[in-house]
């Protein structure tokens, strides 16, 4: 079993709608999570970064961690053809990430 | 910003061959490490290093080695190039606190004939 486990996807959703992504993990011992995003030939860039449970907002973009369940969330509102993209959740522990296997979002205009 | 610089986008190179991967930093970061990224699989630690000459094994080292001369540059090695190690290779790196979230550059897609 994966350590972190992500809805492969892929998703289709129209312009404007709620884009959900979510992870699972089994390793109590993740302190801080991430959520990278990664366009078709670049690498990811970090989108959020968090370490308590709760939510945290940046624009557009909403994180959840529930460490008590070990579920993490990602929520676009109002998504736009250029959140076409894959989305990777991230997760670390004494330095080392480990990584979900991405979800590939595709926002129809 | 961050910029991490990987010399080639795209390579291709038959089984056998010697292959070597750079990769630059220019915001002085102490930590760096090597990825591979492959469908279905998500990224995978191959190697990383937090100080020059120092290098530590990841999850998947086998076929692989590393290289850190200088603290701004992260060599990976394939000793011997081999088809299953066709893949995306991903080059990244942070500073402090090893949490602190990491900066990626933009990958070379290896081929091997």
């Known amino acids: 079993q994966k350590e972190v486990e992500q809805d492969p996807g892929p998703l289709s959703v129209p312009e404007g709608a709620i884009v959900s992504l979510n992870c699972t993990y089994s390793?109590?011992?993740?302190?801080?999570f991430m959520w990278y995003r990664q366009y078709s030939r670049k690498g990811p860039e970090l989108l959020m970064y968090t370490y308590s449970s709760g939510n945290k907002e940046d624009g557009r973009f909403t994180a959840q961690v529930d460490k008590s369940s070990k579920y993490i969330s990602l929520f676009i509102r109002d998504s736009q053809p250029s959140d076409s993209a894959t989305y990777l959740c991230?997760?670390?522990?004494?330095?080392?990430?480990?990584f979900g296997a991405g979800t590939t979002v595709t926002v129809r205009a | 910003d961050v910029k991490v610089t990987q010399s080639s986008r795209y390579l291709v190179k038959r089984t056998g061959e010697k292959v070597f991967l750079e990769c630059v930093q220019d915001m002085d970061h102490e930590n760096m490490f090597w990825y591979r990224q492959d469908p279905g699989l998500g990224l995978r630690l191959i190697y990383f290093?937090?100080?020059?000459?120092?290098?530590e094994k990841g999850d998947i080292p086998e076929g692989y080695s590393v290289s850190r001369e200088k603290k701004e540059r992260f060599s990976l090695i394939l000793e011997s190039a081999s088809t299953n190690q066709t893949s995306m290779y991903l080059c990244a790196s942070n500073n402090g606190p090893s949490n602190q979230p990491q900066h990626f550059g933009d990958g070379t897609r290896l081929s091997i004939l």
């Open positions: 390793n109590s011992a993740f302190q801080y």
């Open positions: 290093s937090y100080d020059v000459k120092m290098k």
């Open positions: 991230a997760m670390s522990r004494g330095g080392k990430l480990s």
